[in-house]
C-alpha cells in the first residue's frame, strides 16, 4: 500500500511569489493536514481538511490556503511569498481513527 | 501557547544505554498521545502511541509511560542503538480526528 506521496520534493521560489504543493493521502484516508516544519520550530498546524471541508486552521495568515479534493487529495497554496515561509510542508492523512501518517514533505526555499 | 511541552531539546546516549524523553500537556481534553521519529530529510514515522486509559505501554525497545494524573508522558528507548539518532516528537489530539499538536522535538544522538 502506497503511503502518503508529496510534490515536489524541492522547490525554490523568488520573494512574493506564489507555490502550490501537493499531497496525495494514503487510500481510504478522509483527513489531510499540513503542517510547517520550520528549522528550530518543530511542527506548526497549518490546515485540516476532511471530506472536502476545511476543518481547523492554524494561526497563520490568509496567504495560506488550500483545498481537498474529491479523491481526498489536496493541495497548499502560499500567496505572496517571504523569506520566513522557508521550511519543509509537511502532509499527513488519517483515517477515522487517531494515527497520522506523513509524507516526506516537500523543502521550500525562498531566496 | 504551547499544550505540548518536550524536554529536553537534545540528548546524548551512550550505545547500549536508555534514552528518556519527557513530555506535559495541558489539555485535559487530549485522548492520544504518539510519538513519532524523524530522520534528516524525512517525514515524521509514528513510532509508538498510547491513550490515557493505560499507564505503560511497550514495543520492542520502545515503551511509553504515561501519568495521568501529573499530565506528563515520557518516551524510554531501551538498550539505544546509534541507528536511533534522530528527532523524536512526542504528540497529542483529541478524539474525533483533530489535529495533532507537537512537542518541539528531542534531537537525540547515539554514540559508541
Known amino acids: 500500500e502506497a503511503g502518503v506521496t508529496q510534490s515536489p520534493t524541492h522547490l525554490i521560489k523568488t520573494r512574493g511569489q506564489q507555490v502550490t504543493l501537493r499531497c496525495s493521502p494514503i487510500?481510504?484516508?478522509?483527513?489531510v493536514y499540513w503542517y510547517q516544519q520550520a528549522l528550530g520550530l518543530g511542527l506548526q498546524f497549518l490546515l485540516w481538511?476532511?471530506?472536502?471541508?476545511?476543518?481547523n486552521r492554524g494561526n497563520f495568515p490568509p496567504r495560506f490556503s488550500g483545498r481537498q479534493f474529491p479523491n481526498y487529495s489536496s493541495e497548499l497554496n502560499v500567496n505572496a511569498l517571504e523569506l520566513e515561509d522557508s521550511a519543509l510542508y509537511l502532509c499527513a492523512s488519517s483515517p477515522r481513527a487517531e494515527m497520522a501518517f506523513f509524507g516526506q514533505g516537500t523543502r521550500l526555499t525562498v531566496v | 501557547q504551547q499544550q505540548v511541552k518536550q524536554s529536553p531539546q537534545s540528548l546524548i546516549v551512550q550505545k547500549g544505554g536508555i534514552s528518556i524523553i519527557n513530555c506535559a500537556y495541558e489539555?485535559?481534553?487530549?485522548?492520544?498521545f504518539p510519538w513519532y521519529q524523524q530522520f534528516p530529510g524525512k517525514g515524521p514515522a509514528l513510532l509508538i502511541a498510547?491513550?490515557?486509559?493505560?499507564s505503560e505501554k511497550k514495543e520492542g525497545r520502545f515503551t511509553i509511560s504515561f501519568n495521568k494524573s501529573a499530565k506528563q508522558f515520557s518516551l524510554h528507548i531501551m538498550d539505544s542503538q546509534p541507528g536511533d539518532s534522530a528527532t523524536y516528537f512526542c504528540a497529542a489530539r483529541m478524539s474525533g480526528n483533530t489535529p495533532l499538536v507537537f512537542g518541539k522535538g528531542t534531537r537525540l544522538s547515539v554514540i559508541a
Open positions: 481538511y476532511d471530506e472536502g471541508e476545511e476543518r
Open positions: 498510547i491513550r490515557p486509559d493505560v
Open positions: 487510500s481510504g484516508h478522509t483527513s
Open positions: 489539555n485535559t481534553a487530549f485522548d492520544y
